[in-house]
């Protein structure tokens, strides 16, 4: 039986209509009266973990699941040892760098050295400053990152951006994206090699889902 962890927020509803596509129903999960984390498929051929988006390849590379439906982002931020499948083509959003509308930074390289950006993607934002050649001091923040800038302990921000709706309503603009993400399929690499639970087909059911036009 396949194990799926599937990510709480907002890749959740887009993935549960995935599954539902190729035969795997787990809607009880967007059920407001649902306190379970772990629940089977109607059929009994697969189960499925509720779990915060960032543990979902920590779920998958460890091996309590097989398969899990992530964001790209998490995926660059953790590095984790799991096999990227598929790009599913759904939840897409950005990773940018973000500051004031009043500040007086317009590009990246503008940014002051030895500044504070503050970012809950602590790897991927010095990563990025680092390619740069841009000493700053990153701020890990895990809560309200705009906060950052508006409060003056950081110049700058790095986080996930849909429509910058957030951004405006709280008078930040972009200056530039580190990279785009979407939702991906990700597998145990050695549950993939040896196809446990007919991973393989799953795969390709997924596979012609996605390249399906709509």
Sequence with gaps: MLTFALPKGALLVDSIRLLQSVGLDFSAFLDSSNRQLQISDPTNTAKALLVRAQDVPVYV???QAQVGIVGYDVLREKKPKVANLIDLKF?????SVAVKESSPYRRTVELPPHGRVASKFVYCAREHFHNLNMPVEIVPLYGSVELGPITGMSEAIVDLVSTGRTLRENGLIEIEVLFES??????????????VGGLDRLVEQVRSQILTPV
Excluded: M, V
Aim: charged letters at 15%.
């Design 61 to 63: 590379e460890y091996g």
């Design 91 to 95: 939840g897409q959003c950005r990773l």
């Design 182 to 195: 979407t939702a991906y399929l990700i597998a145990h690499p050695l549950s993939y090699r040896l196809n």
